[in-house]
Every structure is written in C-alpha cells, then in structure tokens.
C-alpha cells in the first residue's frame, strides 16, 4: 500500500482529498494544524486502518516515520479573512512549510505536489489567464502576503526540481466551492449562500461586475490526482472557465435558494482582482482534464450542505481567535 502525506487535512480540499486517496487505496497521513482546518471535516475517517493524523504545525520540522511516496502540500489559509489576520503564518506556511516538506520529499525520495493559485496572477492584465502569465501583484498591499507566499512557494519547488531533480508538480487553483467550505470565510459561494439562508442581503464588493471562475471541488480534486500522476513539472491550471460577473452571481444564488432578498453594494477591497477566468490548454492535452459539473449541479449540491447545518452554525459569525505570530 502506498503511502501519501497530505497537509492541511482537516480543510476544505484537503480533506476532500483524503477522500479521495482513501477511496483509491493509499495509506493516507492527514497533517494539520487546525488553525483555519476543523477535525469535523475528516472525523469519518478516523475508524479506518488506512488513514491516520498527525496534529502538527509544517512551518516547524517534518518528521514522518516509514517510507512516503506521496506529498500533496495544501496547509495555508486561503481565504482573506483568514489571511488578512495572520498574514506572518501565511508567509511562514508558504516558505517555511514548503521547505520543510521539500526536504522531507527529497529524504523519502517522494513525489511532491503543492498547491499554488490564481492568486499568483494577482489582478490580471491578460484575460483569461495562461500559466505563462507572470501577473500582476502588489507585494505589499494586504492580499501580497498570500500572493507573494505562493509565488515563492512556486519558486523553491521549481528550485529543488531543477537542483536536486526532485519530482515536482504544481497546481494553480482557481476559485473552488462545494461541501466542507466554511461560512462567512470571506469567499463568495459561502458568503451569498449564508446571507441567503439567514434572510440577509447579499453583499457584493464593488459594482459587481467584477468576474470569477467557480469550479466545483469534486472536479478540482479529480485534476489534481491527475496532475499528481503526470510526468508534467511546471503549473498547471485547474479551474472552470466559465465566467460569471459577481453580480450576475448573487442574482444566481437569490433564485436558488427561492428567497427575495436584495443586492447591496460596499467599496471593493484593495487589489481585488476584477477579473479571473483560466485558460485550461495545457490542463487538457497534458492530463486529458476539463470540469464536467456545470455550476447549477454543483451550486445545488453545495446548498444542501449548507442548508444541513445546525441553525447555531449558520448563525455564527467568523470570528477566529488567532492568537498572535511571536516572529
């Protein structure tokens, strides 16, 4: 049986992806240090022989025992609310983190995937964008911690595959939504389907016309356990390239959830990007990948999870008390 590493287990993809290698039969080691991850998303798993946690925090040394075939790196706060509050611990998983589980991959002679996104593009000056793009960010503004931590990462991992010919793989992921994602995280899908089911006015940043790319999760993890076993070492983009203005998309979300609510308007965030879509090219002749769920399937299904939570959990604000980065 072989034996995969996967970091931030317990969040939204990572635990999605556990899943997955579960079902496919690999020996599966979730790592995670619970800081924007929850235990409840891969508590399931638990009973089995196959698949066992590690609470541990990557940004210090990565010890694991026995032979490793398999690194998927996913532990990062991904969503800006998580990281305009511990921008330090974003960094350090992007840097620190990466390196250590590139050591730890070179050590067990293991292959290492790591998850990047179109974050790396920043706001973008090129529509829709190819993995040649080199973006358009602002290394200091406040989304450069999480842009910049995933540009490095991408750096170092292409470093140690042209260095120590390590077997590398990098996916770009571009916005994701489905089942495990956490309400009020700052990202839209949870976002407008949470106001939705609180009877709340959808908040939509801007003048709406900003555009994004929504790729339901099952799709996502399939292009990445592709990606992973593809003899392909630069970026590849995962993502769905239909493009949807967010305005459009609240409207969307109002008549899914059969509730009349109305559209109210706030100042765009600084260095929002306006425009995100994926050219999916290379994702389509390299592994032979393209999404199959179309948006109003997978919004369906994402509702229903959401409506299936406690009526405290849908009201609870996001208010995680991070406690303070000593570096």
């Known amino acids: 049986m072989q034996r995969v590493l996967i970091t931030g287990a317990a969040g939204f993809l990572g635990s999605h992806l556990c899943d997955r290698f579960v079902k496919e039969g690999f020996h599966v080691i979730g790592m995670d240090n619970l800081i924007t991850g929850d235990l409840k998303n891969i508590e399931h798993l638990f009973k089995l022989e196959n698949f066992e946690f590690y609470h541990h925090d990557v940004t210090k040394f990565v010890h694991v ?7 998927l790196h996913f532990a990062s706060p991904a969503s800006p609310i998580d990281y ?30 790591i998850a990047s996104t179109s974050e790396v593009y920043g706001d973008p000056l090129v529509h829709p964008q190819t993995e040649d793009y080199y973006g358009n960010v602002n290394t200091i503004g406040p989304r450069g911690v999480y842009d910049e931590a995933k540009r490095f990462q991408e750096s170092i991992t292409m470093a ?117 879509q994926p050219d999916i090219t290379k994702a389509k002749e390299i592994i032979n990948w393209e999404p199959v769920i179309d948006r109003t399937e997978g919004m369906k299904k994402t509702l229903e999870y959401f409506k299936s939570l406690s009526k405290e959990e849908l009201h609870k604000s996001e208010h995680r008390d991070f406690k303070k980065n000593k570096d």
Request: aromatic share 10%.
């Open 160 to 276: 140690y595959h042209t260095y120590h010919g390590l077997e590398t793989r990098i996916v770009r992921i571009f916005n994701t939504y489905g089942p495990r994602m956490r309400l009020n995280d700052g990202r839209v899908v949870p976002a407008f389907i949470g106001q939705s089911l609180r009877g709340e006015d959808l908040t939509v940043f801007g003048d709406g016309s900003q555009t994004r790319s929504f790729c339901y999760v099952d799709d996502l993890i399939e292009g990445i356990y592709r990606l992973l076993f593809s003899d392909y070492a630069n970026p590849v983009n995962i993502g769905n390239p239909n493009e949807i203005t967010i305005r459009d998309f609240a409207e969307e979300i109002i008549k899914l959830t059969g509730t009349d609510q109305k559209i109210i308007y706030k100042p765009l965030p600084v260095n929002d990007p306006l425009q995100r």
């Open 65 to 71: 025992p026995g032979e490793l075939d398999y690194i």
């Open 84 to 113: 305009l509050k511990i921008p330090i611990q974003t960094l350090k998983v992007g840097s620190l983190g990466t390196h250590n589980l590139l050591g730890l991959a070179k050590e067990k002679n293991a292959r290492i995937l």
